[in-house]
């Protein structure tokens, strides 16, 4: 987490920011606390979509989808303003790296986390599919490793960006090469077997430490998804046999997420939790790091801060915005302990 910088927001809607948790092509991330003392993580999303309304009606509407998820190994969307002059969601705050520092930092992960692993998310995806939703964006960065279990995050935003950028777009993609579905690359019609290939892809960098698809650019990313068949490197027996099923061209061809959890994890996904799943460095480092939650402070801040800073002709486009009678966001759930993602 980094320090708030100066332009940037002290409070967004119900709460104070604490810090940023990162940045990216579609917006910001903040670390934050309700006046229930509910840690929270906050995405806003990037000022130019402010101003395209199909956004905001598409953010509007899978928000509200996300909301009713409830899936176990997702954070749970607590609050949201797709009607505020910079649209923004809040999550459980997940005490856990992301994958992909994690594999960075200590390496691959041992088989049984694996599994475990894989069959969280499948799990999630069962349910998150049930509900229509397709994420579009299941990558390492986007999977946390609690531990209590993985989390799947970044809904909401996900999907609403599918109707208001592509692949040419100012250089922005509703997806991430190497880890995107070959129809989705094409530009077809996409379903949940997308978030299956993507998934694959996941396990196969937690597995052996290196992207299934490699390559130094995204052209090359992107044709070796459509055109190539993954490296897999060491993976052996059914995980690999497992992995390559989720990585097929063709759609028809991936396994249903609850037949791949179960291919995973036939007893389920809590199970293998309760068995214990993370290697002691890890747990030490995130015990330590959801300690040092509970001493922050928020910075001093006026009673209103903007969301992000504007330049002046963004801001000028969006005064209408702000002028119009607000939404009063609802009161988040003071009664989940810090940290926590449902």
């Known amino acids: 987490m980094q320090p708030l910088e100066a332009g940037e927001p002290h409070t967004i809607g119900a709460y104070r920011l604490l810090g940023r948790l990162g940045a990216g092509g579609m917006g910001r991330v903040y670390l934050g606390r ?17 101003l395209d309304e199909q956004f905001r009606a598409r953010f509007r509407r899978e928000v509200e989808s996300a909301r009713r998820i409830g899936a176990q190994w997702t954070a749970a969307v607590l609050d949201a303003d797709p009607d505020a002059p910079v649209p923004w969601v809040a999550t459980g705050y997940v005490a856990g790296p992301p994958l992909s520092q994690a594999i960075t930092e200590h390496g691959p992960l041992p088989e049984h986390a694996v599994r475990t692993l894989g069959a969280g998310l499948a799990e999630a995806l069962a349910v998150v599919h049930g509900q229509g939703i397709v994420h579009r964006d299941v990558k390492p960065s986007n999977v946390l490793l609690a531990l209590d279990g993985p989390r799947l995050i970044d809904f909401g935003i996900a999907r609403a960006l599918g109707a208001a950028v592509s692949l040419t777009s100012s250089g922005v993609s509703v997806g991430s090469p190497g880890y995107m579905a070959p129809e989705q690359i094409r530009g077809r019609d996409v379903s949940g077997a997308a978030d299956v290939f993507s998934l694959g892809a996941v396990l196969a960098y937690a597995a052996t430490g290196a992207a299934p698809f490699p390559g130094d650019s995204s052209a090359v990313l992107l044709y070796k998804v459509v055109h190539e068949e993954p490296e897999l490197g060491d993976l052996e027996g059914e995980l690999r046999e497992v992995v390559a099923g989720c990585l097929a061209k063709d759609p028809a061809d991936r396994p249903a997420p609850a ?3 179960r291919a995973l994890a036939p007893g389920g996904a809590a199970a293998m939790v309760a068995g214990g799943w993370r290697r002691g460095r890890l747990v030490r480092e995130v015990s330590r790091s959801a300690v040092a939650l509970l001493d922050l402070e928020p910075q001093d801040a006026p009673v209103q801060s903007g969301p992000v800073p504007f330049s002046s002709a963004t801001a000028d486009r969006l005064t209408s915005r702000t002028s119009r009678p607000r939404r009063q966001p609802p009161a988040p759930n003071a009664a989940a302990p810090p940290g926590a993602s449902a």
Request: no cysteine; proline share 5%; hydrophobic share 50%.
């Open 34 to 50: 309700s006046a229930g003392g509910r840690t929270v993580a906050v995405k806003v999303v990037h000022p130019h979509f402010a």
């Open 259 to 261: 037949d791949l959890a």
